[in-house]
């Protein structure tokens, strides 16, 4: 029962926000995530920055809103706030940077068949994409969540900053290598950080 309200909560709540967007609004009903993602994925998906700065630009079919993921671990949920993390790699000057924020809108495990299924109109990831984020395993669950209203931020977050903010605001630190659950105030803080903000 209690879960029930909440979900409903949450709901109502990201409804109002999208109502408002690009306003936040501080109530405590929506969960706050950083979801790592590779740069290559970023640029197509949400990333049209880092996109112009290659030679072919994002690839027209993927700019829709789902992304596949290893399953575990299974900390995702929606609706909730989405903080992307583009993770390390030498090619991209703009990875290791907090670059933009969006809602998960639908968080779904299944077989990779079955996802790809379900998601294949979208056109975000080739069967072979799928399969490699199993190894091959066709058994073994992979995840998928679509999102929408992403915003790109103004001024990308540093890995450094990024790391003292959540020890500040949080108390810990983490690496990023899967979703980490954060604060609402801790992410307020790095959205007013990427955004911008004064205040």
């Known amino acids: 029962m209690i879960e029930a309200c909440l979900a409903k909560s949450a709901r109502s709540h990201i409804e109002i926000e999208r109502f408002l967007w690009p306003a936040k609004i501080v109530a405590g009903a929506l969960q706050s995530f950083i979801v790592p993602i590779r740069p290559d994925w970023a640029m197509h998906l949400f990333d049209y920055n880092m996109a112009s700065k290659t ?10 809103n789902v992304y596949y993921r290893a399953s575990r671990p299974y900390i995702l949920s929606a609706p909730s706030r989405i903080l992307w993390y583009v993770s390390q790699d030498r090619k991209y000057t703009e990875s290791m940077h907090i670059r933009a924020c969006s809602y998960a809108t639908e968080v779904v495990a299944a077989p990779p ?13 080739g069967w072979d994409d799928i399969k490699r984020i199993v190894k091959g ?20 977050i540093s890995w ?7 020890h500040v605001k949080d108390g810990k630190q983490s690496q990023i290598q899967s979703p980490v659950r954060i604060s609402e105030e801790c992410f307020m803080e790095l959205y007013r950080i990427g955004m911008g903000l004064k205040c």
């Open 160 to 166: 450094k900053m990024l790391q003292e903010t959540l």
């Open 137 to 156: 395993n066709l058994e073994k669950p992979v995840m998928g969540f679509t999102f929408s209203h992403s915003e790109l931020f103004t001024r990308p």
């Open 113 to 125: 068949k079955e996802m790809f299924h379900r998601f294949k109109r979208l056109g975000i990831y």
């Open 55 to 64: 030679l072919f630009g994002a690839d027209p079919r993927l700019a829709l």
